[in-house]
């Protein structure tokens, strides 16, 4: 058996034509055969090998016998080995891995499309709506998709719904609530996806899926429905308990800890192990509780959602893996990052560092706009003060201790900031304008932006300047690729580390660390020292 260079990371770019192709003739087959033959687990969920000679596609890792290359075709998406006519392999589960990091590498259409999806912007808003968000006509991003992942935006959400599905058969849920749940139109639909996907039955793949966990959870009804239909009755409609699966190594406690130190009390709840939020989502509120499972070699998320409505447990999913970014290629980060001599020993102290993501984009700039030149500390009381005046009563208090507001809407921020924010006036200023534009639609913010226009829109605002866009466009789209070399706790990092302490100087430094300069800014905040707050035991 043939054996793959674990020392470099997997080939990038989009595979433009799904077609079989010999190793003699194309380097990125060569190593994803490679990759493949070795049953390389770290390559899971990074592309797909088809099988033509079986009809199937499998992980990377599928421990069946390796195929010979001529009755191989790899695929960067699911969607694209269904419209070859493949289905799930039945060992190995391809779908039940961590996502594809390609979509925060790349910010071309191809990769911000598929944000949206896995955001379950189909289910919302059809493709219609989709490809308006991105700003072409439907015919034009179709072609785009087709040529870039092998399957149009329907197959693509249809690949993402039936992966749902799969997830959400492992819990407890009724058959016919995980059709809708998992946005499928009608029971008829769902069957016949699952049946084409799967070549099984929903009851034959929850029977797996049972024996298969981790990947599967529970759920049950939270809502006490009495005799006479009472409508007030407290608390989400259910409540599902599911756990994720990351990308290994993983640094859990880092990121849980970097979410901890900045919670707002009320909106958030933190322990040494733990994590735990309310929010906003497209059908209703919810709540959700985090924590840390499975081995180093094989991590997982825990994960228990309290949903007003299932139809939001996909863009949940998709939400949680983007805020602990569980997706991200930690194996070729670390590689390249320790090529620095004055990197290595954090990237050996830390391996699998993560960049923290964003469950709601606006949010994450009214953190920003008040964490601006002060502390940690300082931001968060800030932002206390906020949720605590001006947040909404959650309705489901109570169901996870110490969670008992919403972060306050754009809209609310708006019309009574004011009264409530404290500091300088031109920062008050700068808050209530950005609330404003937020709440009437001049600004927009969301996971289908590219960077560069998601930055531009910002610093098109009076008041805010490079660090606030770059630091958004990092948290809210994962961007990778970000220096803060104006953040001064960063350059202290850098200082302690042995490294240029000087803006430019840093910059200068860190243009050897491209495309993963994000990270690296995450190993040089670790430098820097976390903020001093104690975080209580788990009970």
């Not at 249809?158 to 058969?169: E, M």
């Not at 009381?381 to 208090?397: C, I, K, Y």
Request: net charge positive; hydrophobic share 45%.
């Amino acid at each position: 058996m043939t054996t793959t260079d674990t020392s470099q990371p997997a080939p990038r770019g989009p595979e433009r034509s799904p077609a079989r192709r010999g190793p003699a003739t194309d380097p990125a087959f060569a190593e994803r055969y490679r990759a493949m033959s070795s049953r390389d687990s770290r390559f899971d969920g990074q592309f797909i090998t088809g099988v033509h000679s079986t009809g199937i596609y499998c992980r990377p890792s599928c421990p069946a016998v390796t195929p010979k290359a001529s009755n191989v075709s790899f695929y960067l998406t699911a969607a694209a080995a269904h419209e070859a006519g493949l289905r799930a392999c039945k060992r190995c589960l391809p779908d039940a891995v961590p996502g594809s990091p390609e979509w925060n590498i790349r910010d071309d259409l191809a990769a911000r499309a598929m944000r949206l999806i896995v955001d379950g912007a189909v289910e919302r808003e059809g493709v219609a709506g989709l490809a308006a968000r991105l700003g072409y006509s439907e015919r034009h991003l179709t072609r785009v998709l087709v040529d870039e992942l092998g399957a149009g935006p329907l197959a693509l959400a249809r690949a993402h719904r039936a992966q749902t599905a799969r997830l959400l058969l492992g819990t407890g849920l009724p058959i016919s609530e995980v059709a809708f749940a998992a946005g499928f139109g009608s029971i008829r639909q769902f069957n016949d996806t699952i049946a084409a996907v799967y070549e099984r039955t929903p009851t034959e793949l929850r029977g797996t899926m049972r024996r298969a966990a981790p990947s599967g959870g529970t759920a049950t009804r939270t809502t006490h429905e009495t005799a006479h239909g009472t409508p007030d009755e407290p608390g989400h409609g259910v409540a599902v308990t599911l756990q994720l699966p990351a990308r290994a190594p993983f640094d859990g406690l880092g990121v849980l800890r970097f979410l901890g130190v900045r919670a707002i009390p009320g909106v958030e709840v933190a322990t040494a192990g733990s994590y735990s939020r309310t929010l906003r989502l497209p059908n209703g509120l919810a709540s959700v509780e985090l924590t840390l499972a499975g081995t180093p070699g094989s991590p997982l998320v825990g994960c228990v959602a309290r949903l007003t409505s299932l139809a939001d447990l996909a863009p949940l999913v998709s939400r949680v893996r983007r805020l602990l970014d569980l997706d991200a290629d930690a194996q070729a980060i670390d590689h390249a990052l320790a090529a620095d001599p004055l990197l290595v020993a954090s990237v050996a102290a830390t391996p699998g560092i993560r960049l923290p993501g964003s469950m709601d984009p606006e949010e994450t700039l009214f953190r920003a706009l008040l964490g601006q030149q002060v502390s940690v500390d300082a931001a968060r009381t800030a932002l206390s003060r906020l949720a605590d005046a001006l947040g909404e009563s959650f309705p489901d208090a109570g169901a996870t201790p110490g969670l008992s507001r919403l972060f306050p809407s754009a809209a609310r921020i708006a019309a009574d900031g004011r009264s409530v924010l404290r500091g300088p006036a031109a920062r008050i200023d700068t808050v209530i304008r950005v609330a404003e534009a937020l709440a009437s639609g001049d600004l927009l913010l969301g996971y289908g932006q590219t960077r560069p226009a998601l930055e531009a829109s910002l610093i098109a605002m009076a008041g805010i300047g490079p660090w606030t866009a770059g630091y958004v466009a990092m948290r809210v789209l994962g961007s990778p690729d970000i220096l803060l070399t104006s953040d001064l706790a960063l350059r202290q990092g850098a200082g302690r580390l042995s490294l240029p302490a000087d803006a430019k100087r840093l910059a200068a430094h860190g243009a050897d660390w491209a495309p993963w300069r994000s990270y690296a800014g995450m190993h040089l905040w670790r430098a820097a020292g976390a903020p001093a707050v104690s975080l209580p035991e788990p009970v």
